[in-house]
T-cell receptor, first 114, second 114 residues
Framework: IAGITQAPTSQILAAGRRMTLRCTQD?????MYWYRQDLGLGLRLIHYSNTAGTTGKGEVPDGYSVSRANTDDFPLTLASAVPSQTSVYFC?????????????FGPGTRLTVL | AQSVSQHNHHVILSEAASLELGCNYS??????LFWYVQYPGQHLQLLLKYFSGDPLVKGIKGFEAEFIKSKFSFNLRKPSVQWSDTAEYFCAVLNTSGTYKYIFGTGTRLKVLA
């Protein structure tokens, strides 16, 4: 069982380029999330999806878009990357229920925008 | 709006010292509370969680946390730290009504000196 996989592991990108970060889970969790982690700011929610076919905006959604065509995949797209999007991006999925609500995190993608 | 505050941004301890990391949240409704740990170069892993019942929660690796509702706090403790506890620790709150989004604190970087 892989859990959550993210690709690429790291990427250097020129400003203005389009980039899609991939996230796949094999746990059949309904909810999935994208966070960015920045020094001194912790984890901030970019977008989320409570179930396939639905998405919602998090705390810092500007410049990012997501789609959730099926349960397993939750790609994050930067339409036109800017240097302020340099960060480490974590995808997570969530199993819900009383006493069992837990988020599981992927290994992260380190993105540098020059 | 919900928020999570972690008061200590950096903590340095010697091995065998006792640890307490503060976490306060602002939300008046029912919450689920979590502590996650991120070891160097790794993704976030669940350390412990509180849903209901005994406010003293025991997690993995000898960690525990106490939920004090009147103080809106969920402090993390360990009686005797080890060098291998060097990591970043994140407190998180899950709003159990509405959007079911997790709110993370900014994290506390713990360094344990051998």
């Amino acid at each position: 069982i892989a859990g959550i996989t993210q690709a690429p592991t790291s990427q250097i990108l020129a400003a203005g380029r389009r980039m899609t970060l991939r996230c796949t889970q094999d746990m059949r969790h309904n909810a999935m999330y994208w966070y960015r982690q920045d020094l001194g700011l912790g984890l901030r929610l970019i977008h989320y999806s409570n179930t396939a076919g639905t998405t919602g905006k998090g705390e810092v959604p500007d410049g990012y878009s997501v789609s959730r065509a099926n349960t397993d995949d939750f790609p994050l797209t930067l339409a036109s990357a800017v240097p302020s999007q340099t960060s480490v991006y974590f995808c997570a999925s969530r199993v819900s229920g009383r006493a069992s609500d837990t988020q599981y995190f992927g290994p992260g993608t380190r993105l540098t925008v020059l | 709006a919900q928020s999570v505050s972690q008061h200590n941004h950096h903590v340095i301890l010697s091995e065998a010292a006792s640890l307490e990391l503060g976490c306060n949240y602002s939300y008046g409704g029912t919450v689920n509370l979590f502590w996650y740990v991120q070891y160097p170069g790794q993704h976030l892993q669940l350390l412990l969680k509180y849903f209901s019942g005994d406010p003293l929660v025991k997690g993995i690796k000898g960690f525990e946390a106490e939920f004090i509702k009147s103080k809106f706090s969920f402090n993390l403790r360990k009686p005797s730290v080890q060098w291998s506890d060097t990591a970043e620790y994140f407190c998180a709150v899950l709003n159990t009504s509405g959007t079911y989004k997790y709110i993370f604190g900014t994290g506390t970087r713990l360094k344990v000196l051998a």
